[in-house]
Structures are given as structure tokens and as C-alpha cells.
């Protein structure tokens, strides 16, 4: 069977080149680790989209019959039926702990994907200009993102949130800016290299305006870098983004954030370790799926890993 | 060399100048009258005036601007608003601290993590390969002040009566301190620089204990550092040890790896004096990069550990609105991390002697 499919894919290598998208696709869908990733990722859309019909609770309504800090209640594991089920236990505020954790991926999704869209298109046009007018303009843009780079990106987030405000808006704007310099540099290092190639020039020859050939002629060579670099981005952006929230300066209560339940819950480790137990986990097996979805994105988009088997 | 050096230390006056422009802006930046914002509901029309005077901010911003780096530059950092003492004062109380804490993790996520990569890439695909790339990818995923709480319950509680009992808060033991260096000397009427300095090296562990002789102290004090510098050490852990592996994996495909081994050089020396010397060009780039990581990491642990370290000091700062404090050790913080990415660039010199003509 396996032969088989080695002779087809060779037939198909050898009679019909793929296009480099559905090469890029296949070999994403071959690697390892991003199919481990995407497995991941795809429940947790899952569970974010569903996250009303799974949760069995309100997550912020405090069930006033539960008892606080109470530890899981399986029945199947063999908890006694007369009490209420409860997969991850009681929080410090009488809520369900599952039902919180279940919603908190809808927060931990959203938060990834808005900062980093953010700093994608502030840092994308960065680089853009930068790359394209070069000259003072890019030497000013540039050292200002060389200064945004020499603090840790965490502790500058922290600073900007002590400008903003505590919150978890302002939070993701400090994450959103502290995350513009590595696109900026990115696209400014796609667009300058491209800017005098040849079918650029072509294009500006036939009288091509400079929006267009930043818009259409350049910028898409910068699209493969940023996909996977966004990838990477989302997994620390919700890293950081639990972090502010665990130390008070990002999402208030009672909203179900995976980091404001650890923070909330930091002096319980000794007596209830449970309810750090699973946030926890949710934060890791969240991050983790982007970690690993991004690196497969990388092999699989890498031009000289082309044709080579995958790892 | 020494001309790299030299250069390399003249491009880091811009970066420094823009890093001091970010956190004068930091105060400028916040919306509202500063007087009231600072002192709160203790901001009366007159103490308002007083206050503005007192700190300049009814001149223009470029003077004063101009006045902050001057201060900064005689190592003036201003008062904190809430515990009227010197911002200096608190920095070298607070910073010793985390940087023994940076330092720790950073020697323990350097050892295992080159370890870890070099065994994975010497017994590339076997099965300590892929638990230790699959312990490195959770490695990275993980935040680091869960592993801090997770190990404190583990080592702390599950552990409580073994030998393997690692004390989970503090920096010492209940009754445990270091002992001041002024008053070990009777310095009591210094000030400036030579304070700051004292100060600053009784805070430290191993100088302290060399000077007073106090070892009981310091084996309490690093015994208490185990737990954090795990937390702390584990991301940049993971980073390195997958940089580790790639990197030797690539120089060991290289021709001049196998003239080495063909003119019968033994397997020991292929690996440690051949292959390493080049794969270590970018090991030493990630460890820099990662002591940003490092320098959070420790900010972050600290709350966990309950450690007295920049990053308690900082969160409380931010939450009492104590801007001077704030302003303080995001510079200190902030240009530690650029000198320690100046060592990296000038250990590229040391390492790759190509880097040095250009």
C-alpha cells in the first residue's frame, strides 16, 4: 500500500508539477508536529465556536449551592452521585471551573488573533515605507523599532499598560505594539529585497503607480514570512497576554481569562491546586498548537525544502 | 578588536538615548494632569504647584527631557511618590535579587539546554531525540509562572517530608538575612555612588559571603533560588536545546566534519573541537535573545516565589501608580538587557574571526 502511494507520488512529481501553494499544503499536511498542532487547534475552535452548548454553567454566574474550592466531582470516576458534577471543581468564587476554562479559549483565540492582526498590518505598513522610501525615512523607522527591541518585550508591554491603564483592551494593545518591530523588520527585509527586481522594474516601465507596485508587485513576497512569523506571534502574544492578565493588568474579574484564573487563584496551590492545574494546561495545549502549526508552516513553506521528503 | 569594541559600544549611545526617550515618555504619555494622577487625592491647588515646580513640568518638554538625561546620566533617578525614598535606593535593594535569579536560570537553562541539543543531535531520531524535542516544544509553550506554581507544589507539598523538599517563597529562611556591608564596615555616612555600590553588593549573595564570611546564608538563600530558576530557565531551556540540535545537525553535514573524520580523528574531538566551535555561533545568539525571556521570566517568577526582586517591586509600582519607580527599572531593566546583547555581539567576535575585519 505504502509502495503505491510512493509510486503515485512520484508520478505525480514526475508528470505534473504542483503548483507551489498545493505543494506547500501537502507538505504542511505530512509534517509531524503540525499535525499534531492542527488536531489541537481544531478543537479549540471547536470549542471556542461551541463553548455555550459544552460549558455546563454560566462562567460567571457563582452557584450558590456549590461549595467553594471544591475538588473535582466525576461521577464515571467514581465520585458519589448525590453530588453535582463538576469536572475541574469550584473556583475561589463559587463558579464552575470547566465552564470557565471552556469559554476562556473563545478569550485566549480572540486576544491572539487581534494583537497580532494589529501588529501584522501597523508593522506591515512600517516595513513597507521603510523598505520602499528608504533614505531618512527608513533610517528614523528602523531605530525606533531597534529601540522598541531593546526592552524585554514583556516588560515594555508592561510599561505601555502602565501608560493605558490596567485592562484587558489596553493589555492587548501593549501587546499588539510591543509585536510591530519583528514584522516591520520582516516585510522592510522582503520589500528591499525585491524592490529592484527585474519584473518590479517592468512593471514600474509600464507605468505602474507606486501603490501598485508596493500593493501588488511586492508586498505578496513578504506574505510566506509573515504567515509563519504570525503563527509563531499568536502563540506568544497569548503568553504575554496571560501573563499581564495573571499579574492584575489585563483582563478584570470576573471575566473567564486562562491567566486571571491562575492569578486569582496563585496563593491556592496548596490547597486547591486544581484550579491551577487546568488553566494552566489550557494555556500550554493552546500555545502549543500554534508553536507547532507555525514550525510545520515554516518547513512546508521553506523554497529549498521543496521536493524533499518531510521530517 | 579593539576597534570592534569601541564600535560596537558607539551604536549602543542612540539605542540608550531612545531607551531613556521611552520611559521619560512613559510619564509624559499618560493622560491627565501628572499632578493629579501622582499624588491622587492628596492633590490640592497649591501642592499641585509645588509639585510641578518641584519637578520641572512647566517647562518645555525638549528641556525637560534634557534635564531627565542629565539626571539619569549622574545616576539621579528620582524619588518614589510613595515611599519618599531615592528610586536609586529601591534599585539597589531590589536588583541584586533578580539578577542572581537571571543568572541562576540562565546557567541552568545554558547546561541542560546545549546538553539536551547535542545528545538529541548526536542520536538524531532515536527515542531521546524525540522526548526531548517533544519536552522542548511543551517547554516553550508553557508560561512561566505556572511551572513556578507547579513545581512549588510539587517540590513543596507532594514532596514535603523527602529529602527532595525545595522550599517554595522567600528569599531565606524564617530569621535568615545577609548582613548590610555598611554597618559590617560602619560606613554609615556615605552617599552617592559609593552607597549605591555598597548597597548594591550586600544584596548580592556570593560577594556578601565572601566578605563577611556568612555561607549558611547563602547556601539558605540559593536553595530558595532552586524552584524560580527552574521556572524561569525551562522556556529559554527549550529554546536553546532545539537551537542546539539544528545547529550541530547542520555543521555536522558540512565536508570539513568529514575530512575530520576521515583522517581518523576520534569521534570526542570531531564533536568538541570541530563541530561545536561553529554550531556554537548560534547558540550564543539565542542565549542572548533569550535573556529578554530571562529578564521577564525573573519579573513574572518573583510573585510566584513571593522573591523581593525588581518584578514585586515593579507590579506594586504600577498598581500604587508610583511612576518615578516605574520609569526606573524599566531603564535599568531595559539597558541590562542591551549590555548583555553587546556581550553577545562581541562573543561573535571572539567566536567567528571573520566578524572582526568587517
Known sequence: ?311 | MLQFISRRLFLLIPVMIGIVFITFGIVRAIPGNPCVTMLGERATPEKCQLFMERFGLNEHWIIQFGRYLGNMALGDFGTSIKFSRPVVDIIAERLPLTIELTLCAMIFSTLFGVLLGVVSALKRNSLIDTLTMILANIGVSMPVFWLGLILAYVFALLLKDTPFYIPPSGRFSAGMTLMSLSKYWGLTDISGFPKFALSFISNLLLPNAIITGNWTAVKDGLWHLILPSIAVGTIPMAVIARMTRSSLLEVLGLDYIRTARAKGLIERLVISKHAMRNAMIPIVTIIGIETGSLLSGAVLTETVFALPGVGTQLIGAILARDYPVVQGFTLVIAMIFVLANLLVDLSYAYLDPRIRVD
Open chain 1, 1 to 311: 500500500m505504502t509502495k503505491m502511494a510512493d509510486l503515485d507520488s512520484t508520478k505525480s512529481n514526475l508528470y505534473q508539477r504542483q503548483s507551489p501553494g498545493k505543494e506547500s499544503l501537502r507538505r504542511l499536511f505530512r509534517h509531524r508536529s503540525a499535525q499534531v498542532g492542527m488536531v489541537i487547534l481544531f478543537f479549540l475552535i471547536i470549542i471556542a465556536i461551541f463553548a455555550p452548548v459544552i460549558a455546563p454553567y454560566d462562567p460567571i454566574k457563582i452557584l450558590k449551592e456549590a461549595k467553594r474550592r471544591d475538588t473535582p466531582c466525576v461521577h464515571i470516576l467514581g465520585c458519589d452521585e448525590s453530588k453535582t458534577e463538576h469536572i475541574m471543581g469550584i473556583d475561589g468564587n463559587s463558579r464552575d471551573l470547566f465552564s470557565r476554562v471552556i469559554f476562556g479559549s473563545r478569550l485566549s483565540l480572540q486576544i491572539g488573533l487581534a494583537t497580532i492582526s494589529f501588529a501584522i498590518i501597523i508593522g506591515g505598513i512600517i516595513g513597507a515605507l521603510a523598505g520602499y522610501i528608504g533614505g531618512w525615512v527608513d533610517t528614523l523607522l528602523m531605530r525606533i523599532m531597534d529601540v522598541l527591541m531593546a526592552f524585554p518585550s514583556l516588560l515594555l508591554a508592561i510599561a505601555i499598560v502602565t501608560v493605558l491603564g490596567t485592562g484587558l483592551i489596553n493589555a492587548l494593545l501593549a501587546i499588539g505594539i510591543v509585536s510591530i518591530p519583528r514584522f516591520a523588520r520582516l516585510v522592510r527585509a522582503s520589500v528591499l529585497s525585491t524592490k529592484e527586481l527585474d519584473y518590479v522594474a517592468a512593471s514600474r516601465a509600464l507605468g505602474a503607480s507606486p501603490m501598485r507596485l508596493l500593493f501588488i508587485r511586492i508586498l505578496p513576497n513578504s506574505i510566506t514570512p509573515l504567515i509563519v512569523q504570525g503563527t509563531l506571534g499568536i502563540a506568544t502574544a497569548i503568553l504575554d497576554a496571560a501573563a499581564l492578565s495573571f499579574l492584575g493588568l489585563g483582563a478584570e474579574p470576573p471575566r473567564p481569562e486562562w491567566g486571571l484564573m491562575l492569578g486569582e487563584e496563585k496563593n491556592s496551590v496548596f490547597n486547591a491546586p486544581h484550579l491551577l492545574i487546568f488553566p494552566g494546561i489550557a494555556i500550554m495545549l493552546t500555545v502549543l498548537s500554534f508553536n507547532l502549526v507555525g514550525d510545520g508552516l515554516r518547513d512546508a513553506l521553506d523554497p529549498r525544502l521543496r521536493g524533499k521528503p518531510v521530517s
